[in-house]
Structures are given as C-alpha cells and as structure tokens.
C-alpha cells in the first residue's frame, strides 16, 4: 500500500529506503524538504503529483521518516505506523546512531514489513470496532471557558419569573360574599360590573393624559419654523461649478511652478535602505534567569555537591508536556504582538515537532530554549525565499526594450496610491521613466490625486535635469471605464514611448467582492504584469490573513490559466503608527511564503524601507 519509505539524516544522508514501485520520487521528497520541513509551517504532510507524503522527525539523532502513498488511498494507519517503526528503528540502531556512523548497512526490511502489517491489521481492527462515545476533551463542554460556566445571580437559572401587575378589581367571590343580594340566577351584578369598567377607563384615560413632557419642546417662533439649512460664507454657487472642475488640467495649472528639494533629491539612489529599529542585543530575560536561578537551588537541595556535576552534563529529552506551559506564554504573546491566532499556533507547533527528544544542553532552561527556537523559526519564515531585485529587473527589461510593469492591488483605505507615489520617486531617482496607469475608476478623485503626484514628482525631477525628458506621466481615461483595457493600452503607450516602467494602480475592493475580485483577475490575466504587490496595512491581525488567502484565492480561481499569476511580495504600509506591534509582517508572510518588499513608514516620498528581518524579530520577541 506505500509506494516508498525512507530514512534519511538532517544531513540529507539516506540510511535505508525502500520502494514498491518504479516510480520516481527525487521531486516530490525535494519538494516535501523545501517547502514543508526547511519552512517549518507546522505541516507533516504534502501533496504532490497525486501523492501524499508524511514525515516525522527525531530530534535526538537528527532523523527524517518519510512515507509516500497515492493520495486517494486516505490511508489511516499512516501516524502509527510512523510512531512505531521510529521507535524500532531507534532502539535497533542506537549504539550506531550515537556514534554518527551513518555508513553502515542497515539492514531493516524485516522489521519493516512486520511493522506495516502490525499497523494494517490495526487498521482493519479500528474500522470494524463500534463507535466509541466521546471523551471530555472532545466534546463541546471542553471548549468552553470557565467564566462562562460561572452561574452568578441574575442569570438565567436564578432569575425569577417576572409577575404580571394585576389590575386590582373587585373578584366575583368577593362580590359575592360582600352582598348575597348580587347574585341572581348565578350572574355578578351588571352594576357592579359596569362599575370595574369604568374604573379601568378613567385608569386609562389618566394616563393618557399625563405624557412625559419632552425636554425640547419648540418654544421660540424660530424653532416651530422648523430647521433651515446653514449657508457656509465660501460655500460657491453654480456659477462656480466651472471653476471647481478639477477632472482636466487648467491652463493656469500650467503656469504653477515648484521649487525642488534639494534635501529629498539624490536622496534615495540604489538600494533602499533597511528599517532601522531600536534593538539591544544585551538584554537579559528576567525571568528565565529566576526559573534557573530556582532549578539551580532546587538541584543543590536535593543532590547536594554531585548534583552540580550532574547538571552540567545534559540529559533530559524534551517532552511535549515539558514544552506545554513556556509553548502556552509564547502563543498568547505572539498574539499580543499582532500575530493572527491560528499563525501562532502553528508556529508553536513547528517548535514543539522540532524539539520533542532533543537533549537540553548545559544550563539551558526549556524557557529559553523554545524562545531561541522560536526566534530562529521567525527569522527563517522572514527571510525572503527568492530575493526581489526591481533595480536589477528593470534594467533587465530595458535590455530587452520593454518595460518592466507592476501592479498593485488590495483593499479599500490601505495606502496603495500613496505608496506607489514612494516607488515612483525610488525609481525616478534612479534614472528610470516611469508611466503612471490610472487604472481605479471607481473611487472619486483617484485619477486627480495620481496627477497631483505626477505634479509634484516632476517638480522634484524637471525636465531640464534629464536631457528635456519628462521623468513621470500619467496615463488615464477617466472614470467608469474598463480597468484591464486602460493598462493595456498604458504598457503599449509606454512601449511606443521609451518608458522604463509601468506601474498599474487599481481600485480598492474588499477580499469577498467576487465582480470586483474577478476585475482584478481579468487585468493581471490579460496584461501579464511582471510584478503584482499586495498592499495590506500594518495594523491588521487576524484579518491580514484572511485578505491575502482570499486574494490569492481568487487570482487562482478566477483565472483559467493552469499556472495563474498571484502575489508576488507585500508592501506594508503605515508601520510607524504599531510601535513593537510588528505581527502582521509575520502573518502576511507565513500565509504567503512571499517577501515583504517594501515597508511604509510615513507620509513623504522618502519614507520608504526595505524590511530588516532580524530587528522585526527583535521587536515581536522583547
């Protein structure tokens, strides 16, 4: 039923495998290691190729337990069988194994096939066993907090029923015991009837009578008027209607001249430099040094002077258990710092599968060794796994004789046309032409304030600087038309007119808008942009990961080309307004595996960064 099994080092040294069949399986275990293992998502599983390959790992002698089975068996006997011939081969070869004698002939095709048929038969065994009940960590009660278990007074179970207030009337025993003379042919008096009645109407009637007084009741003849509407000094009249119109150049706009900078200009030549972040490599957690300060004493009480050389050798394997509670705090402050709950989980998760049975080293305590892992696991998730370079791919494709086209996408209010203004200036410092495409034409006054930044940038960047070449220029066609038509016809414009790049700015959408999201599909599928940005905003949560799986989700969907173009790299915007609060780089990047280009860190066009991984870190980690 497995069509292989492998047992390979760390190291990427194969000690035993065997195949049923002679299929080739070098691409889809590479592939296992590159994205699942050296990622370490939190994953022990990966399809490929109609194949489902499952891993475990022992951390004690650096072993990799592979197992590759055609995906549509759902073979459920796979996690056992796993557990039970890591184990066997452990205590088969663990003489070998602590030597490092990897060279060996290991010889384990018995134990193999006797371990598989153990683990069928206990499949089989399970399937015809009846339906056990659920235990209490399974059921529903479980996942219920204790505060809402808490019965305080006032709820449900000791709130008493509310009694209706009686009218208070005469009852028919009462009348009838008042005056034996009422009953007749046994029927209340009608005048005593008829006197209830009216007794209830004047209750009524009184009530009516006496409303709550309203403490704005008109009083002045200005109010009973009723409310005019305020007339603004300069509000204009539609005589102005023709000077407002901003949709069209002015000649008088013409005429405006702006004086450059000269402390932004030949600011931002070459590569973009890192965020530059507080950080201090000296600090000390509090903390663990009390918890070692404690294990130290304790060990001294116990063992006395041998207990001190016990302890500077390590020999205790870490448990899951062990892990639990220092897994525990470092979840709840990820999530804190702004990393979504089911990102930090998972990476909890990474760290415990990457050191249950590893041995402790001398003086480390679990604290600090699950923080050390943690924070190596954050700088590889961060660490981009293919390097963006637009420099170099622009003058790549200047070469070539064509521009170099980006696109950026997301959602409404996070900063794409103001970003895109930042790269423009990047660029234009570096010499490059850049064609501005107003592709959103949907929101009022993006088209005016791409031309406001066209204004500025080529202020900055006059045409008497380079050669009477105009560095910037924007290319629109006003609004309510066809997004994918307006880029197209802006690459073949700036092919025909030397552009060096072309960046593409798109109307905001919301991730569950499914006509605007195929929209943006049509545009990316038809003009095959070089580059597409995700623009997500810095202070988002959980909410930046449902963005960009739904994002992602669409471009594929919505596409049917077998190999559709989703997000390559993430622009993060407004990251000088969360402080310490970096979590969200680590959500958008584990979610995508792409690299975050570019970060925002302010409102002119020189607040532009490029992400420092290891000062990121630094931050969500204090």
Request: aromatic letters at 8%.
């Amino acid at each position: 039923m497995l069509d292989l099994f492998a047992i390979f080092t760390k190291g990427g040294i194969v000690l035993w495998c065997f195949q049923s069949t002679s299929q080739n399986f070098t691409s889809s275990v590479n592939s296992l290691i590159k994205n699942i293992i050296l990622q370490e998502r939190g994953l022990n599983t990966l399809s490929d190729n109609g194949l489902l390959l499952q891993y475990k790992l022992d951390n004690e002698f650096d072993l990799v337990f592979v197992v590759a089975y055609q995906k549509i068996l759902q073979l459920s006997y796979v996690d056992k069988f796993l557990s039970d011939i890591h184990l066997e081969f452990r205590d088969k070869y663990k003489n070998e194994l602590t030597r490092g004698d990897h060279f060996q002939d290991f010889t384990f095709i018995d134990g193999y096939n006797e371990i598989l048929k153990k683990s069928e038969q206990w499949s089989k065994h399970q399937a015809q066993l009846p339906k056990q009940m659920k235990s209490f960590e399974q059921s529903v009660k479980s996942k219920k907090t204790v505060s809402s278990m808490i019965e305080r007074k006032g709820e449900e179970k000791n709130v008493k029923p509310i009694k209706k207030k009686e009218v208070n009337f005469v009852s028919e025993e009462q009348v009838l015991q008042a005056s034996p003379k009422s009953k007749e042919n046994g029927q209340i008096n009608e005048d005593i009837l008829a006197a209830n009645r009216l007794k209830f109407a004047q209750k009524m009637n009184k009530k009516k009578q006496d409303p709550k007084k309203s403490p704005k009741s008109p009083t002045s003849e200005k109010e009973r008027a009723g409310k005019k509407p305020r007339v603004w000094e300069l509000g204009g009249t539609n005589k102005d209607l023709e000077f407002l119109e901003r949709t069209t150049d002015k000649p008088e706009d013409m005429k405006s001249h702006f004086t450059p900078d000269t402390e932004i200009v030949g600011q931002m030549r070459g590569v973009i430099k890192d965020l530059e972040v507080e950080s201090s490599d000296d600090e000390y957690d509090e903390e663990e040094q009390q918890q070692q300060n404690h294990n130290n004493s304790k060990s001294v009480s116990k063992g006395g002077m041998f207990s001190i050389f016990k302890g500077l050798v390590g020999s205790k394997n870490l448990t899951i258990n062990d892990m639990k509670p220092s897994l525990e705090k470092m979840k709840d402050h990820l999530i804190a710092k702004n990393v979504a709950a089911d990102i930090a989980a998972k990476l909890c998760d990474s760290v415990a599968a990457k050191l249950e049975g590893k041995v402790l080293g001398t003086f480390d305590t679990i604290a600090s060794t699950v923080k050390n892992t943690l924070n190596d696991s954050l700088v590889q998730i961060l660490s981009p796994k293919r390097r963006v370079d637009i420099l170099r791919d622009c003058l790549e494709a200047q070469k070539q004789k064509r521009p170099f086209v980006m696109t950026f996408c997301g959602v409404n209010g996070v900063g794409k046309s103001t970003n895109l203004a930042k790269i423009c200036f990047w660029l234009i410092e570096n010499n490059l032409r850049v064609l501005i495409a107003a592709c959103d034409t949907f929101r009022a006054g993006a088209v005016e304030q791409l031309r406001t930044h066209m204004k500025h940038l080529n202020a900055l960047h006059p045409p008497e600087r380079h050669s009477g070449r105009t560095m910037v220029q924007l290319y629109e066609k006003g609004y309510g038309k066809d997004a994918a038509g307006i880029a197209m016809e802006a690459i073949k414009f700036a092919r025909d007119s030397a552009f060096d790049v072309v960046l593409v700015d798109t109307a905001g959408r919301m991730q569950d808008n499914e006509p605007l999201m195929r929209a943006l599909t049509k545009l990316i599928k038809v003009n095959e942009p070089d580059l597409v940005l995700f623009v997500g905003e810095a202070l988002v949560g959980n909410e930046a990961v449902d963005q960009l799986v739904k994002f992602n989700q669409a471009l594929a969907d919505y596409s049917s080309n077998l190999n559709p173009h989703i997000i390559d790299g993430i622009i993060l915007t407004k990251f000088d307004t969360i402080d310490d609060k970096v979590g969200a780089a680590i959500s958008m990047t584990y979610i995508t595996g792409q690299p975050i280009v570019f970060v925002g860190t302010g409102q002119t066009y020189t607040d532009l960064k490029a992400l420092n991984v290891k000062a990121v870190v630094h931050s969500l980690m204090k």
